[in-house]
């Protein structure tokens, strides 16, 4: 059997051909060619988490997507960074960090393991780079210091704020007039020239963690951070900026002008937003965001017992597989119903296919997980499918995906497909009477052929991966999310015994050695083995 690229029977699509993949873009409100600044390399930012508590389910909609999102891009030629950062700075942590006890830092620690956790459960390993917030201070005051010398800046007491007046194009993305802009409340409102400015340095209270810079101690506001750490990374302008619909405004709204301010250039291509999970007609998961709540946002918002927080139950029960497959079935622009019942049809779905893998087995005597899937859409595919009717339609089916997958990433669309191409090779095995164990012959070579495509589109959704049995021995991509995991706990414990902060320290080395991870210290740093 050979596999070569074919966007339908008769019409094969090379390389040279470029496919137009399209993407929404919420700044000019249309669906736009994807056009990257420096092809092939793709630049992609995504919004993460503010990690003061356990992650929920809402916080997994924007990482599966946008991991999707790089699969398809990086199947159809491009080479994609994509960068998640960790807010490990910010009131919520600090108020969690009195509630508790215990310092700031140990806090975002623990919840920083929570989440890559849920992440690697829900098959998202193609993040590049998770920057802290923490660790990059001075990137974060230099940027700051350039808004302010450009006159798009001015410091009050200790507190620095962005002026919104100076930014002619202020509210282009959210579509919000200056008359409807509304910033920080409470003793900064008094220090603002304008209701809608807001801040990019807060002064230190006295139990506040805090760090030298300018204008006196203090901590950076929320919006700067990712400004700041996108830059580190990719640049001045990059490709695309991901999140959901609740971060418009005004958190990208106010990265947008301030790194345009800073740069004299835009900050991003693409916006991409996806929309909000839902507990019924009414509530965000998690609520409106960690920062804003109304009373109508918490009617249908889901509590941490039943699903916005603490995902190891709702794994355990579910699967990582199935939660990945629940948020794909929806366009990502769409509203996502949370509930039992969804979770419980994905399942059933899911089901379908994984009898095929059986039977596919029984059949061949090969694993349907053994198949090789196309790197890109280059290679993959039906090579001839000649008079085969099967192949033929196989061909026509991929061709859909395609056309789906290229008109804004319309998961949705594309698993129909799947379920179409899953009939077909259903009815080739009935139909060709292909039995357990089958004698080589030209129906099980075109199955063999046909079960291949399946792989190659199912692999670039990031589903089906590998038997669900064998999720905990993981596989290349698990691996280095995991080397990743712990090579940041054994950055964070390096900077609190840094500090003297050797409680912490030690927490972090007990609390790893309780899940099996032993830290060798040595004169070199530090490693770390399973035990």
Known sequence: MSTATASDASTPTTPAEKPEIRIYNTLSKTKE???????????MYLCGPTVYAEAHIGHMV????FDCVKRFLTYSGYDVTWVVNITDVDDKLIAKSRERGIPMSQIAVEMTADYLANLKEL???QINHLPRATDHMPQIIAFIQTLEAKGHAYAVDGDVFFDVMKDPSYGQLSNRSVDSQQGEGGDAAAKKRSPGDFALWKSAKSDEPSWDSPWGAGRPGWHIECSAMSHEILGETFDIHGGGLDLVFPHHENERAQSSCCHGAPMVKYWMHNGLMRAGEKGKVG????????ADDAQGK???????????????R????????FLLRTHYR??????EDGLQEAGTALEGFYRFFDRYEQITGSSFYDLPAARTRFDGGVANPKDDALLKDVAQLRSKYLAAMDDDFNTGAAISQLFDLLRLLNRHIDTQKLGTAAPASPALETLTSAATVLRELTSVLGLFLKPVAASAGGDDGDA??????????IDLRKEARANKDYAMGDAIRDRLGEIGVALLDSKDGTTWEKK
């Open 123 to 125: 098959g998202v390993n």
């Open 62 to 65: 924007g990482p599966v997507i």
């Open 480 to 489: 280095e999310l995991l080397d990743h995991v712990i090579g940041l706990l």
């Open 318 to 325: 579910h699967t990582g597989e199935r939660i990945r497959f």
């Open 33 to 43: 060619a994807f056009q990257p600044l420096r092809p092939p390399s793709v630049g």
């Open 302 to 316: 889901i509590s941490r017992s039943k699903g916005a927080g603490g995902l190891a139950e709702l794994i355990r």
């Open 334 to 339: 769409s509203t996502i119903v949370f509930g």
């Open 287 to 294: 609520g409106r965001s960690d920062r804003e709540s109304t």
